[in-house]
């Protein structure tokens, strides 16, 4: 089952912060976030795992909710360089370990 | 230090005439993917490799074959392309299936079909 995402898109100001929502109607195992710029491949941001962690990498972090199922994915301060597609897949429990991706959400960052 | 490597980044081929994507790596990771991705699209998820064992999501197109004669290669084969498969082709891997394993992504192969 496709996770939902939302935004779709979002433009922001240098700056300021966003948040990238990912919610699932199936239980989740874990949840994993990337970044793809255009004509890109996909970059590995984070994973979070069942057991509702919370995870920071500089300026971007993530949550996980396990009974909600739901994660988002925080960008404080954005720079220029966050802008890109921002994509959650989800792995459901009892499946294989392969990931679905969501429809992706388009960050702009403007100067 | 490239560690996912698609050839070619670009392909493009006529309609019906069959196709081979290759990828290789140097992670040395038990799992390969590939996934197709259309424009402005989330990446669909055709078939992966656990080292040997070969694993076709339900709704991948028999059109769609795959090779991993060995760790580092994995082949992508489209038998007769058509127009709707024209897509960007990720390869990625990870070290083991499943949520501790992050997948790293090849940049691509964007294939045209006329």
């Known amino acids: 089952q496709q996770p939902v995402q939302s935004p779709q898109a979002v433009i922001l100001r240098e700056g300021e912060d966003a948040v990238i929502n990912c919610s699932s109607s199936?239980?989740?195992?874990?949840v994993h976030w990337y970044r793809q710029k255009h004509g890109e491949a996909p970059v590995f941001l984070m994973i979070?795992?069942?057991?509702?962690e919370q995870k920071g990498h500089e300026k971007i972090s993530a949550s996980f909710n396990e009974k909600k199922q739901q994660s988002s994915l925080y960008l404080t301060a954005s720079q220029l360089s966050y802008s890109g597609t921002y994509f959650c897949?989800?792995?459901?429990?009892?499946?294989?370990?392969?990931?679905?991706f969501g429809k992706g959400t388009k960050l702009s960052v403007k100067p | 230090d490239a560690m996912v490597i698609q050839n070619p980044r670009y392909q493009v081929t006529q309609f019906g005439k069959p196709v081979t994507l290759s990828c290789s790596q140097t992670?040395?990771?038990?799992?390969m993917y590939w996934y197709q991705q259309k424009s402005s699209q989330a990446p669909k998820l055709l078939f992966h490799?656990?080292?040997?064992?070969?694993?076709n999501e339900a709704d991948t197109p028999d059109n769609f074959q795959s090779r991993r004669p060995n760790t580092s290669f994995c082949f992508l084969d489209i038998r007769s392309p058509g127009l709707g498969d024209a897509a960007m082709y990720l390869c990625?891997?990870?070290?083991?299936?499943?949520?501790?394993?992050?997948?790293?992504f090849g940049p691509g192969t964007r294939l045209t079909v006329t």
């Open positions: 490799y656990y080292d040997k064992d070969f694993n």
């Open positions: 979070l795992l069942k057991g509702g």
């Open positions: 992670l040395n990771h038990n799992v």
């Open positions: 199936k239980a989740l195992y874990s």
């Open positions: 990625a891997t990870s070290r083991y299936l499943g949520g501790r394993s992050e997948q790293y």
């Open positions: 897949g989800t792995e459901e429990e009892g499946s294989q370990g392969n990931l679905i």
